[in-house]
């Protein structure tokens, strides 16, 4: 473990590509709670350089849109090399290392084709489900996607108030239904690619396992992030109704709360990952009071069930 008050396992090892896939544990609910606090302890401990990726990664989003179809593509398809970045960054970090800039780099070097592959099929199944959304929901599912790429919001996302009909929000719900598992396979997939050597769709489904194996911790993650999201909200309202500079202050708090939460969900890639595959023994799971789930026979660090903790990913 590491000396400091993180309660955050060792970094994982470096680069194998030995194609072995390391079992993922399963973890108790709060754990999704603490992949968070991980994820900002990594941050706070290089505010600068966070900030610095963060501002690189808008340009290359920014530069992305003005190219029209094709950025948003490329950018799409390129987003599991910038994972792999995020994460050698945050290990950087987390060794008390500094940020080697390369890093951003290595998913160019190494496995670019499945990484880049599972961009690509990450792509597919968005355009498959709001292809089925659009079926289902009709002409409104249509209009509200429309919309929202009118005025730069997110894919599926309407700019401003759209008539809901109930086949409207059937198709919302069908939609969520599939693109949650769809993240959830992509969600470790480009750091089983590239720290084991796992080819895409592999990946793919070894993620979605893991993820499903871990669902009460990722639900908690979700919620924690929702309820942050929540709390500034209301901040922000109360912020707003000052006299005078109460907008100024809610706009200034905002710009705040992204440049923090923006590269803690990125890096809370890494610490997830982390915690789900590496040894049980640099993992203190034990030290987060969990009792609702604490003895559930399901959720134990021994996934193969032989009394036994799990081996260390392969050597390089």
């Given at each position: 473990m590491a000396s400091d008050d993180r309660q955050?396992?060792?970094?994982?090892?470096?680069?194998?590509?030995?194609?072995?896939?390391?079992?993922?544990?399963?973890?108790?609910?709060?754990?999704?709670?603490?992949?968070?606090?991980?994820?900002?302890?990594?941050?706070?401990?290089?505010?600068?350089?966070?900030?610095?990726?963060?501002?690189?990664?808008?340009?290359?989003?920014?530069?992305?849109?003005?190219?029209?179809?094709?950025?948003?593509?490329?950018?799409?398809?390129?987003?599991?090399?910038?994972?792999?970045?995020?994460?050698?960054?945050?290990?950087?970090?987390?060794?008390?290392?500094?940020?080697?800039?390369?890093?951003?780099?290595?998913?160019?070097?190494?496995?670019?084709?499945?990484?880049?592959?599972?961009?690509?099929?990450?792509?597919?199944?968005?355009?498959?489900?709001?292809?089925?959304?659009?079926?289902?929901?009709?002409?409104?599912?249509?209009?509200?996607?429309?919309?929202?790429?009118?005025?730069?919001?997110?894919?599926?996302?309407?700019?401003?108030?759209?008539?809901?009909?109930?086949?409207?929000?059937?198709?919302?719900?069908?939609?969520?239904?599939?693109?949650?598992?769809?993240?959830?396979?992509?969600?470790?997939?480009?750091?089983?690619?590239?720290?084991?050597?796992?080819?895409?769709?592999?990946?793919?489904?070894?993620?979605?396992?893991?993820?499903?194996?871990?669902?009460?911790?990722?639900?908690?993650?979700?919620?924690?992030?929702?309820?942050?999201?929540?709390?500034?909200?209301?901040?922000?309202?109360?912020?707003?109704?000052?006299?005078?500079?109460?907008?100024?202050?809610?706009?200034?708090?905002?710009?705040?709360?992204?440049?923090?939460?923006?590269?803690?969900?990125?890096?809370?890639?890494?610490?997830?990952?982390?915690?789900?595959?590496?040894?049980?023994?640099?993992?203190?799971?034990?030290?987060?009071?969990?009792?609702?789930?604490?003895?559930?026979?399901?959720?134990?660090?021994?996934?193969?069930?032989?009394?036994?903790?799990?081996?260390?990913?392969?050597?390089?």
């Open positions: 955050v396992p060792e970094p994982m090892p470096e680069q194998t590509n030995s194609g072995s896939m390391p079992p993922a544990r399963a973890l108790r609910a709060l754990r999704g709670a603490q992949w968070l606090v991980n994820a900002y302890a990594i941050f706070r401990r290089n505010t600068g350089a966070w900030m610095l990726v963060l501002l690189g990664l808008l340009a290359a989003m920014v530069v992305s849109s003005l190219l029209q179809v094709i950025g948003p593509l490329v950018f799409g398809l390129l987003y599991p090399v910038f994972t792999v970045g995020v994460a050698l960054a945050a290990q950087d970090v987390d060794r008390g290392q500094p940020i080697v800039p390369a890093h951003f780099l290595s998913g160019f070097r190494s496995s670019t084709a499945d990484l880049v592959a599972i961009g690509g099929i990450y792509l597919v199944g968005q355009l498959l489900i709001l292809g089925l959304m659009m079926a289902i929901g009709g002409a409104g599912v249509a209009q509200g996607v429309a919309a929202g790429a009118a005025a730069g919001a997110p894919a599926g996302q309407a700019a401003g108030p759209v008539a809901v009909t109930g086949a409207m929000a059937f198709a919302g719900l069908v939609g969520l239904a599939l693109l949650v598992p769809l993240l959830l396979a992509s969600w470790f997939a480009p750091l089983l690619v590239y720290f084991h050597g796992q080819k895409a769709f592999p990946a793919l489904l070894s993620s979605l396992g893991a993820a499903v194996r871990n669902w009460r911790a990722f639900l908690v993650c979700f919620i924690s992030l929702l309820l942050v999201m929540l709390l500034a909200r209301l901040v922000v309202s109360v912020l707003a109704l000052l006299p005078a500079i109460g907008p100024l202050l809610a706009m200034v708090f905002l710009g705040a709360l992204i440049a923090v939460l923006a590269p803690v969900v990125l890096i809370a890639f890494y610490t997830s990952y982390v915690d789900v595959f590496s040894p049980a023994d640099d993992v203190d799971v034990g030290s987060i009071d969990d009792q609702d789930v604490a003895d559930d026979p399901q959720v134990t660090d021994d996934p193969q069930g032989t009394g036994q903790p799990p081996p260390p990913p392969a050597s390089p």
